[in-house]
């Protein structure tokens, strides 16, 4: 027993050390999901806590019932067993109380999905927005929304597209972000900044505390636009276009993955997500636009060498 809670123990305090250092990517030994970077990502981790609660109560009280079942009832202790075959109060406990733990699931169940689903009104939070309300950002209303397109590709990539930037020949901004590990000999080996299966070529990058609002379709196959630590996770169908947003709180490197069995490469799709203080993205857009997407992708590359902090420091 001593040993359980030392590994227990030892398990939560590790989670907690790499989460410190380590955010938005999975950490080994790691207990529950990565760190929060949005309000949705909050909200489904609260929601996820609340039914491990109602779980937990409800598999202590069947087991419980049915170690009683098994001492009081069992063909020693009680021999002669009654003949009545209906009990018209439990069979309404069993009836009610499972409409009411129902309820009590569903009732924040729907909030969440209703908050994540639904595109807020920026227009109407920057005019009466309510500074003490965690759900919006009034500041970041007032600046608008930033669309961008991640297309799922056929040969496990993502083209990403800047909708509202244009380049210089008028067409939204737009490029390919590769894996950069396949699982080859050929393969670069892994660095802190550049983690197994998870890291690109030419991440996405946005702005930290705006309004993101993602459309995520495909070319051949259905993808699915994952990344954890926004609780997003979005379908990418061919001849659909899927809508979500989100707005990340904290600048730093974010990673997922494709989360649809789309083929034999599927787990070489990554998602890399460079999330930078606004003058940075603008920094990195103009450069994007001169055509030059190594200059801007390595201007948004500056972590702590040690791959310790995760942060990116502010590029000249
Ligand atoms: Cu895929």
Known sequence: MRYIFAWISAMLM??????????????????????????????VNDFHNYLLVIITVITIFVLALLIWVCIRYNRRANPEARKFSHNTTVEIIWTAVPVIILVAIAGPSFSNLFYQEN?????????????????????????????????????????????????????????????????LPSDPAPTPEKPLYLATDYPMVIPVNRYIRYQTTSDRVIHAWT????????????????????????????????????GKNHAFMPIEVRVVPQDQYDRWLEVMKSGDIDRATE??????????ETRLASVE
Request: proline share 6%.
């Open 119 to 183: 595109e807020p009104d920026l227009e109407l939070i920057a005019q009466s927005g309510d500074l003490d309300d965690p759900n919006i950002y009034v500041d970041a209303a007032k600046e608008g929304w930033i669309t961008i397109k991640a297309e799922g590709m056929g040969n496990w990539a993502w083209t990403y597209y800047y909708m509202d930037e244009l380049d210089s020949e008028g067409y939204p901004l737009q490029y390919v972000s590769n894996g950069i590990h396949f699982g």
């Open 299 to 308: 201007m948004v590359q500056v972590i702590d060498s040690n791959g310790e």
């Open 227 to 262: 990344v954890p630590a926004f609780g997003v996770k979005t379908d990418a169908v061919p001849g659909r276009l899927n809508e979500g947003w989100f707005l990340v709180e904290q600048t730093g490197v974010f990673y997922g993955q494709c989360s649809e069995l789309c």
């Open 14 to 43: 590790t989670g907690s050390a790499f989460a410190q250092e380590l955010v938005g990517q999975p950490t080994p030994g790691a207990l529950g999901f990565q760190p929060a970077a949005t309000r949705i990502m909050e909200r």
